[in-house]
């Protein structure tokens, strides 16, 4: 049939990775929640991007965020005129410039990370030590996962 879609019967692994991937949904969006200013989600990932990963090109940014290059120049201008970073002509090659974090920006990334632990902190508070440490466990190995 046209439009159909065979599906084999579930296996505990495949059961176990849907519960993953719509809790980590879940999680994601209620961390999302925990901001601490108006930059919408793709700003905020830049500017932690940023702080991870030190001064980008406009180029080297939109290739790392997985957009083009006008869409990144767009949001890169958003975050120049609201003083959470800023362009600095290379001093080498005057046709490069370089992007990024003032101190504002890293303060805002800093603070929306505590806001977002503290939210955590709260939340595993209410489990007990077992429960913490199967999620610590848990975490790591999500972590590899991840980084696969």
């Not at 990932?45 to 001064?55: D, K, M, N, Q, T």
């Amino acid at each position: 049939m046209m439009g159909r879609v065979m599906t084999s019967a579930p296996t505990p692994l495949t059961e176990t990775a849907a519960q993953l991937r719509t809790s980590t949904y879940r999680l994601v969006r209620r961390l999302r929640t925990q901001r601490i200013d108006d930059v919408s989600v793709g700003q905020f990932s830049v500017l932690v991007s940023l702080r991870a990963h030190g001064p980008h090109t406009l180029g080297e940014l939109a290739e790392r965020e997985h957009v083009t290059a006008p869409s990144m120049n767009r949001t890169v201008n958003c975050l120049e005129e609201a003083g959470l970073l800023e362009r600095t002509p290379d001093t080498d090659d005057r046709r490069k410039v370089w992007i990024a974090l003032t101190d504002e920006g890293t303060s805002l990334v800093d603070a929306t990370d505590r806001r977002r632990d503290a939210w955590l902190v709260e939340g595993l508070a209410g489990l007990d030590a077992e429960e913490q440490e199967i999620i610590a466990r848990a975490a790591a190995l999500i972590r590899r996962v991840a980084d696969r």
